[in-house]
């Protein structure tokens, strides 16, 4: 069982510095604005989003800096606004945990019109903490699959090492990273891997990982921080519907295959979401039921080529729900729970020299929660909250002796257990 609670109360003394700490699941903007190398304050910035209830809004102080803290992930629109001065837009791209630098030049309108400005996105975003971020979009076009893996390794600084898809970040171990969803703590309790079943591919939104410049405040880490992003509906209501099919016996044979699996592997994922009240609270559910089986073998010691097919079974079912509540603009509650239901039968942790190495069944259930709120009290006064829980247990897969705790031990040398 993991639980994790946080409390962050963040105080900027001036604009210009405030905030440099981002939070676990949202971006920001700020910059500076000028006439003439001069600042200018009291230029109003106006941001808005699909990805934002309402707008969001500052304005510049006397060193003509602004800020705005706690933007969900997404494209934005934003606008600087002075009398007797041009309009200028920009259209810009917010990713979690990075820091967004837009710094603006204002014109009067006697001498300049109209003022035009082009803004580039990037599927790939680089930002100053040594951050990258991965759009999910981005996997769907790529010859790879769908995973948090699969992101974190498209990130500079970033290697596959070590079994059961460990990954190191910026040389340090593969245990020493921190991985997250939501703010909810993703590494599991042996390896410190990240669980790459937490989460349904359609409904991740980008997964950011940072390697290098990071903040104390995420802690109990030493190579890199992983954030991954899940959608949260909009104005709009959308959904997606994806099926997937396999079979092991589609596979190419190995000079030591004894057998395949004729059996049809299925994976189905449905996603919906958008509004209960429009600009205030928005939902967005998600599923995913897969349906796996291959072929094993029982190989015993002194005759690897007596082997004895059997078949696994690996059905798994995964269900995601997130509220999000703008109750202001500058307030923002959001929610999000996860469940995963995995029940494995004639399982063995490696490969069995006997009917009794395999266990007939044992069930993996995971569930995750996670509550996010930010507030902007003023302008140098923010306010963030973070309380997640985790719960994970192996089920039906331990022994009976009381010495062990019920968790059976066995000696494959000699066939011997307890």
Not at 362 to 385: C, I, K, M
Request: proline content about 4%; overall charge negative.
């Amino acid at each position: 069982v993991y639980m994790r609670y946080r409390l962050t109360m963040c105080l900027g003394l001036a604009l210009a510095i405030a905030g440099t700490a981002s939070a676990q699941v949202t971006g920001s903007i700020q910059g500076r604005v000028i006439y003439e190398n001069q600042p200018m304050p009291g230029v109003s910035v106006i941001v808005t989003s699909p990805a934002l209830q309402g707008q969001q809004s500052t304005v510049t102080n006397a060193q003509g800096d602004y800020k705005i803290p706690f933007l969900p992930a997404g494209d934005y629109n934003v606008r600087f606004q002075l009398a007797s001065f041009s309009t200028l837009e920009y259209d810009v791209k917010i990713s979690t945990n990075q820091p967004r630098t837009l710094d603006a030049v204002m014109y009067p309108e006697a001498m300049q019109e109209e003022i035009v400005v082009t803004g580039q996105f990037e599927n790939v975003s680089t930002g100053v903490q040594g951050s990258q971020t991965v759009e999910q979009s981005t996997l769907e076009k790529l010859p790879v699959q769908r995973t948090i893996l699969e992101a974190v390794g498209l990130s500079a600084g970033t290697s596959a090492s070590g079994p059961r898809n460990a990954v190191t970040i910026s040389g340090a171990q593969s245990y020493e990273n921190l991985w997250t969803m939501n703010g909810v703590v993703m590494n599991e309790n042996i390896r410190g891997r990240a669980y790459d079943n937490m989460y349904i591919e359609d409904a991740v939104l980008e997964t950011t990982t940072m390697t290098s410049n990071m903040s104390a405040e995420y802690g109990r880490f030493s190579g890199g921080v992983v954030n991954m992003v899940t959608k949260s509906g909009g104005n709009q209501f959308s959904g997606s519907f994806r099926a997937n099919f396999d079979k092991e016996s589609w596979n190419g044979e190995t000079p030591l295959t004894t057998s395949q699996s004729d059996t049809l592997n299925t994976a189905y994922e449905a996603t919906f979401g958008g509004y209960i009240i429009r600009d205030a609270l928005w939902f967005f559910a998600a599923g995913r039921s897969k349906d796996e089986s291959e072929i094993s073998n029982i190989v015993t010691l002194g005759q690897p080529d007596a082997g004895i097919p059997y078949e696994e079974t690996n059905p798994e079912d995964r269900y995601e729900a997130k509220l999000t509540w703008g109750i202001t603009p500058s307030h923002r509650l959001m929610g999000s729970y996860m469940k995963v239901d995995v029940v494995q039968t004639n399982w063995s942790f490696r490969t069995p020299g006997d009917w009794g190495h395999i266990i007939p069944s044992r069930s993996l259930p995971l569930e995750a929660f996670s509550f996010y709120s930010t507030g902007v009290l003023s302008d140098n006064f923010f306010l963030e909250g973070l309380y997640s829980d985790r719960t994970f247990t192996f089920e039906g897969g331990g022994g009976t002796d009381p010495r062990f705790g019920s968790t059976e031990v066995r000696d494959y040398r000699y066939g011997i257990s307890w």
